[in-house]
């Protein structure tokens, strides 16, 4: 199994990461003015884009060559760019996932960039286990929420994407209705991100007994408040009355670890 290597750190190595995108900003020619002269004031190390100024931070994604490849390498839009540290959370993730028993799971796929993120991590066309990816395509059944390219053809354009990737089965449909087109019986990796409450409990409804002992579920959408705030409403009842308690990240992600 090919398993990415890091490098020795050098100590006095420190990276600066910045995106111009983030969401919920009433004034961005005025916030973008004011963050410029905020990263000339703190510490090196600063990480801006995304909804998140940190500063004094390693930026270990940035760091770690094959990472910041596959990241790089796979960015068709804005926000794949911005959303980088959200990305390495998942790609570190599926590394520890990699070495359990079970597949690896998208619900919610859009373009594929997460897919792919991950797999080109973690030995791209030689990727070990089937990765199945759950999305509508077509549409966006989420309403007002549509994503460039969301159309007649666009399933067939995903599928192109990973034309060298035998591993991956693309299922096109509903969540939970598109299940019955097939799910794996054992599930190391579960990646939610369907940006609705009713779509997320009913993947969990349906997959996560399936996850193994060790296995990492990560919701995209869980620490997002406004219009998302529903999503973590919903899963951390739902998750209480399993006796788990998702761990929220300032990237907006939700992350536990299957007893
Ligand atoms: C934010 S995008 C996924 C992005 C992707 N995970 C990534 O990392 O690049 C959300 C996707 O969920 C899909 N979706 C939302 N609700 C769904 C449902 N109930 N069944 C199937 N797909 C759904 C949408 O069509 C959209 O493509």
């Known amino acids: 199994m090919f398993l990415p290597k890091l490098k020795a750190l050098q100590m006095e190595q420190t990276v600066n990461f910045s995106s111009p995108l983030s969401w919920g ?136 994407r990973f034309v060298d990737y035998k591993q991956v089965r693309l299922i096109k449909g509903l969540i939970p209705d598109c299940f019955s087109d097939g799910i794996p019986e054992q599930i190391a990796f579960l990646h939610i991100d369907l940006n609705n409450a009713d779509g997320e409990i009913a993947a969990l409804e349906h997959l996560f007994h399936r996850v193994v002992s060790g296995g990492v579920v990560v919701l995209d959408d869980y620490e997002w408040s406004g219009i998302y705030r529903h999503q973590k409403q919903v899963e951390d009842k739902w998750f209480e009355e399993r006796n788990y308690r998702v761990i929220p990240y300032p990237t907006g992600q939700g992350m536990l670890i299957k007893r």
């Open 25 to 160: 900003i009433s004034d961005p020619i005025k916030f973008s003015a004011l963050m410029e002269e905020a990263k000339k004031l703190v510490a090196p190390g600063y990480y801006l884009g995304d909804n998140l100024f940190t500063w004094a931070r390693n930026n270990s994604a940035l760091e770690d060559e094959a990472f910041r490849d596959a990241w790089q390498t796979n960015i068709v839009n804005d926000a794949d760019e911005a959303i980088l540290w959200r990305r390495y959370i998942l790609a570190c993730a599926a590394y520890n996932c990699v070495q359990l028993p079970g597949d690896f799971v998208e619900c919610g796929v859009y373009i594929g960039t997460g897919i792919k993120t991950v797999m080109d991590y973690l030995g791209g066309t030689g990727f070990p286990k089937p990765y199945w990816g759950y999305d509508t395509f077509d549409y966006n059944p989420v309403e007002g929420h549509a994503f460039a390219g969301q159309g007649e053809g666009f399933y067939e354009l995903v599928q192109d």
